[in-house]
């Protein structure tokens, strides 16, 4: 079955660029979607396909995907981005895969 | 704006089987363009994915669960359901039902989240 390793936290200080990896096996070769969720509600797609973000989000999210690791890029971070990251691919003999999650902390 | 709403028992008990609905609300799931897929996330855990199904009936189910799983669709009421069996402690979670786009499988929209609790 394919894995997603992320880190468990990551911290940034405010207006800082923050950096969440998510490690695959040629994951460069698979699409990467990326998810943010705070605590108490339901994850919001931030990025999708590596690179594309949905309506509604700041330009200040991006990502990339290359070799063995994505990448989710939150530049100027705020303490409104303090959340739970998740990466998930898509891999047909486990339906959706998900990494273990970043708990991103903004000082 | 397209809408789901999971509803379904709090508590179960272990052994039995645990029934939850998603509602479909300001959209059609009769839709070829998407999947409607439940996910699940355990106390202080992270997501996983329990399958996700096509209007068609296209289903794709998470291998470890696949056995005691069922994803099913009901476009008459605009809705879609799982049935998980032989529930355990192990089952206690959020269950989030979701909107997952075809081909690429990224979610786009979450309901906002079922506890299901399994205890006796």
């Known amino acids: 079955s394919y894995e997603l390793t992320q880190p468990l936290s990551v911290s940034v200080a405010l207006g800082q660029t923050a950096r969440i990896t998510c490690g695959g096996n040629?994951?460069?070769?698979?699409?990467v979607h990326w998810y943010q969720q705070k605590p108490g509600q339901a994850p919001v797609l931030v990025i999708y396909r590596d690179t594309n973000r949905p309506s509604g989000i700041p330009e200040r999210f991006s990502g990339s995907n290359s070799g063995n690791t994505a990448t989710l890029t939150i530049s100027r971070a705020q303490v409104g981005d303090e959340a739970d990251y998740y990466c998930?691919?898509?891999?047909?003999?486990?339906?959706?895969?998900f990494g273990g999650g970043t708990k991103l902390t903004v000082l | 704006q397209l809408q789901l709403q999971e509803s379904g028992p709090g508590l179960v008990k272990p052994s039995e089987t645990m029934s939850l609905t998603c509602t479909v609300s300001g959209g059609s799931i009769s839709s070829s363009s998407y999947y409607w897929a439940w996910i699940r996330q355990p106390p202080g855990k992270g997501l996983e994915c329990i399958g996700s199904l096509s209007y068609s009936g296209s289903t794709y189910y998470n291998p470890s669960l696949k056995s005691r799983v069922t994803i099913s669709v009901d476009t008459s009421k605009n809705h879609f359901s799982l049935k998980l069996s032989s529930v355990t402690a192990a089952d206690t979670a959020v269950y989030y039902c979701?909107?997952?786009?075809?081909?690429?499988?990224?979610?786009?929209?979450w309901g906002k989240g079922t506890t299901v609790t399994v205890s006796s």
């Open positions: 040629n994951i460069g070769n698979k699409n």
């Open positions: 998930q691919v898509w891999d047909s003999s486990t339906a959706g895969v």
């Open positions: 979701a909107r997952q786009a075809d081909f690429y499988y990224y979610i786009d929209v």
